[in-house]
């Protein structure tokens, strides 16, 4: 149940906040029913996204293939 898996987002992110794990939760978003919504949030992320170290690493090497 992508609603459940939306609230668990929101609790992890509660304990933990982090721009990878807040993507993932507007994938659940989308998921559940709601692309606008997760659109809307991926657009808040995306600068928060380019400077994570990890994040980034892994756009380099995905633009580079």
Known sequence: ????IVSAYDRLLEIADSPVTALNRAVAVAMAGDPESALALV???ADAL????DM????????NN
């Open 50 to 53: 380019v400077e994570n170290t």
């Open 1 to 4: 149940d992508w609603a459940e």
């Open 43 to 45: 657009d808040e992320l």
């Open 56 to 63: 980034n690493g892994l756009l380099t090497l995905a633009s």
